[in-house]
């Protein structure tokens, strides 16, 4: 039973360029979590998901920042025009029940 | 706004002894509180929750214990091992089931 799935585990992307986080969740969650963690910071909530559907954006920068959960396929983070504050540790988890479950996160580096 | 935040930022303990991590939350309605384990390089591990209807929980080597009163967590590990060197966060349930963490509390178990 394979747990939260995300990658790539690490990304190098240049300023002004696009970065693509991809999330699969635990078998059988319809619920993702993005978080967003700063160097020796806790997490913040970014946006929450169903399946289609964004549900909770309200962690979302208003720009440059998107997220989307198709029917089919891994949760996708976008962020466009990438700048060196985009650093950080991305993660997502998933929900079946009432516990979220972690991935092992993407760390982005924005050179 | 409302917010979860920890005392000590480290925590060095013998191999052994007992470990004590506290944390202050300020939203009174908050009702379900959780701490999460994260080594280095990994997601946030789940490591034991609470209700608010409880002030004490245990797990195996944990103790969770609730002050609603001051607004205080805390979290108890017995006879820690090198195994338990981690940052660890308490972090409460929000609208939508979104995770509000603290900054962390780093823990360093010394052999």
């Known amino acids: 039973n394979a747990g939260v799935m995300q990658n790539p585990r690490h990304l190098v992307r240049r300023r002004g360029q696009e970065a693509r986080l991809r999330c699969s969740p635990m078998?059988?969650?319809?619920?993702v979590y993005w978080y967003r963690q700063l160097p020796e910071e806790g997490l913040k909530f970014m946006v929450y998901l169903q399946k289609e559907n964004i549900i909770d954006e309200s962690g979302m920068p208003k720009e440059r920042f998107s997220a989307e959960f198709p029917k089919e396929g891994p949760s996708i983070l976008r962020i466009q025009q990438v700048v060196r504050g985009d650093s950080a540790a991305y993660f997502c988890?998933?929900?079946?029940?009432?516990?979220?479950?972690f991935g092992p996160g993407t760390r982005l580096t924005v050179t | 706004g409302e917010s979860v935040g920890l005392h000590l930022p480290t925590l060095s303990v013998q191999e052994g002894d007992n470990s004590i991590i506290n944390c202050a939350y300020s939203?009174?309605?908050?009702?379900?509180f959780i701490w999460y384990k994260q080594e280095s390089g990994k997601g946030p591990q789940f490591i034991i929750d609470?209700?608010?209807?409880?002030d004490k929980r245990q797990g195996q080597r944990v103790t969770v214990l609730l002050n609603k009163t001051v607004k205080h967590l805390s979290l108890q590990i017995a006879a820690t091992q090198p195994g338990d060197s981690a940052v660890y966060f308490c972090a409460e349930l929000g609208g939508n089931n979104r995770l509000a963490f603290g900054k962390g509390n780093q823990v360093v178990v010394i052999p």
């Open positions: 609470i209700r608010s209807n409880m």
């Open positions: 988890a998933s929900r079946g029940g009432d516990e979220q479950y």
């Open positions: 939203n009174s309605a908050s009702d379900y």
């Open positions: 078998k059988g969650h319809s619920h």
